[in-house]
């Protein structure tokens, strides 16, 4: 099958012919090791027990023929982390190690942090633009690079298009499935998730389903800042038992020990030209298809009753998803901006390494109107010289420039 090249493959292009091992983290199924192997001259695949024996009678990697050597779900071994580092410091040659995890291990208290040494890089569930689905015409690197790209394009991309692709999800090996099995694939997912994955990390819960009814409630939340009290109370089962709130938090930890949140930071300028902003994350799942498994949905039930009220959230994680995907390749951060009165926000604030700033909105519809830019405009008037663009993301068919500067563009064209 076609491999498609995915953002983090422009990150490998940049640095592995300089950099001496290169870590890539994420939750299982994005394509981690897929991605990894086409650089690889040698595989170790620490989740084959054979191979892991092999690894670990020779604790300090010596035995390994020249080129690139991958060492897949290295968190199964933590002192493999240890041991690359140290050929790092011995002079290693570029291109060395690449190592690939799942998970944070929980006994690497006393694993080096690697800083300086092995340069880590997250990889996402494949953004819209990954996935061959449209011709992009709007990078979003040229954005924020602030080289005010030509804006234009048609898409034929229309909303049942978009909750298609938020149903298929961004897991290469689940969205070429045909659409029965990938609802069943998604939820033994999740299963394993309980199961295995965060047993496997020391973390075992007394009562599994309190844990699902949890990450559903946390779903439901998605592309929102609820607090966890909040999400804690929406996990109630049949007899009015609510989980602890420290098993509550609990779960929020282990879930992002395997990257399955991915959680949008409250921004913070560096003075307070904006006054006081909220701190509080925006809350995302890794993938919007895994929320509506927790739910009970599929992409042609959003159009229903109980469906429609996340239609709104689920687009916004989507968008999200494709704009933490390309602002990575740019070493760019991504928060949100919300005041603490509530009376202004911002969904995305695009920060890249010079301090300049690209805000983001995410509309549902086809369409945008002026009230639908006010807070950009509050923002540029705020910050100036500091703005290097602003766009509104919609579900629309053009892509364009509005007289006031702003970028409108349908999700479906915008690309890395």
């Keep these: ?155 034929p991309f229309v909303l049942a298009d978009y909750l298609h692709e938020i149903g298929a999800s961004g897991f290469p090996g689940i969205r070429r499935m045909p659409d029965a099995l990938r609802s069943a694939q998604l939820d033994t997912y999740i299963q394993r998730v309980i199961d295995r994955d965060l047993p496997e990390l020391g973390f075992f819960s007394r009562r599994p389903e309190t844990l699902r009814r949890w990450m559903a409630a946390y779903g439901a939340a998605s592309s929102t800042t609820a607090s966890y009290t909040k999400i804690m109370s929406a996990t109630t089962d049949g007899d009015g038992e609510q989980p602890a709130k420290s098993t509550a938090l609990a779960y929020r930890d282990h879930l992002a020990q395997i990257w399955l949140l991915d959680e949008v930071p409250g921004w913070q300028p560096l003075g307070n030209e904006l006054g006081r902003l909220g701190q509080a994350p925006k809350h995302q799942l890794a993938d919007p298809a895994l929320a509506l498994r927790l739910l009970n949905l599929d992409d042609r039930e959003l159009l229903t009753s109980r469906g429609a009220p996340l239609i ?54 086809a369409t945008v109107g002026d009230e639908d830019v006010r807070h950009l405009l509050w923002l540029r008037r705020q910050l100036g010289d500091r703005i290097a663009d602003l766009v509104i993301i919609t579900t629309g068919e053009y892509a364009y420039r509005r007289r006031d500067g702003i970028v409108v563009v349908p999700l479906s064209l915008l690309g890395q």
């Design 1 to 155: 099958m076609d491999y498609l090249r995915r953002a983090i493959d422009q990150e490998l292009d940049k640095w592995l012919p300089f950099a001496p091992a290169f870590a890539i983290d994420g939750p299982k199924g994005v394509g981690k090791t897929v991605t990894a192997a086409r650089r690889a001259d040698v595989e170790i695949y620490l989740d084959d027990p054979l191979q892991l024996e092999i690894l670990e009678s020779d604790p300090r990697l010596q035995s390994f023929a020249e080129g690139t050597v991958l060492l897949d779900e290295w968190q199964r071994l933590p002192y493999v982390w240890d041991a690359v580092r140290r050929h790092v410091d011995r002079g290693a040659p570029a291109g060395r190690f690449l190592l690939t995890g799942s998970a944070t291990p929980h006994d690497s208290r006393g694993t080096h942090s690697g800083a300086g040494r092995i340069l880590s890089v997250r990889m996402r569930p494949m953004a819209l633009f990954e996935r061959g689905v449209v011709e992009t015409t709007v990078s979003f690197g040229a954005i924020i690079r602030g080289e005010t790209p030509k804006i234009g394009g048609q898409t």
């Design 312 to 365: 709104g959230p689920l687009f916004e994680s989507l968008a999200t998803l494709s704009i933490r995907v390309a602002a990575q390749s740019e070493s760019a951060r991504v928060g949100h901006l919300r005041t603490r009165n509530g009376d202004r926000e911002v969904d995305l604030i695009v920060e890249g390494q010079e301090g300049q700033i690209v805000a983001v909105e995410v509309k549902l519809a």
